[in-house]
């Protein structure tokens, strides 16, 4: 079984960059897609960026496309979320998910069996 931690938040100034980590311990499967979701006060969860475990394929939501990074390094288990040019609406609770069997459609509808705890990430105007 997969456990995920996430890492990296805190806050920031609008303008500013801020990247996120994932470490994931257990055995990964090459199958596996990995995803990163925010909640935002008062809002409901949602999809940000996704990215295969094997392979380069990635998948981003258009409210944040040309900002955001989705990365990962196999050798470290670890995937990341490179934000830049955050503005206040960033501002949430960040979520990293894994769906074991690699379908995007689940992951992205934020059923992926296995997630993180979450970090708060807060930018200040």
């Known amino acids: 079984q997969v456990q995920l931690a996430e890492s990296g938040g805190g806050l920031v100034q609008a303008g500013d960059s801020l990247r996120l980590s994932c470490a994931a311990s257990?055995?990964?499967?090459?199958?596996?897609?990995f995803g990163w979701f925010r909640q935002g006060f008062g809002t409901e969860r949602e999809f940000v960026a996704a990215?295969?475990?094997?392979?380069?394929?990635?998948y981003y939501a258009s409210s944040i496309e040309g900002r955001f990074n989705i990365s990962k390094d196999n050798a470290k288990n670890t995937v990341y979320l490179q934000m830049n040019d955050l503005t206040p609406e960033d501002a949430a609770v960040y979520y990293c998910a894994v769906d074991a069997l690699g379908s995007i459609r689940i992951l992205q509808a934020g059923r992926a069996n296995t997630w993180g705890k979450g970090i708060l990430v807060t930018v200040s105007s």
């Open positions: 257990g055995r990964i499967p090459s199958s596996a897609v």
């Open positions: 990215i295969r475990w094997s392979g380069v394929s990635t």
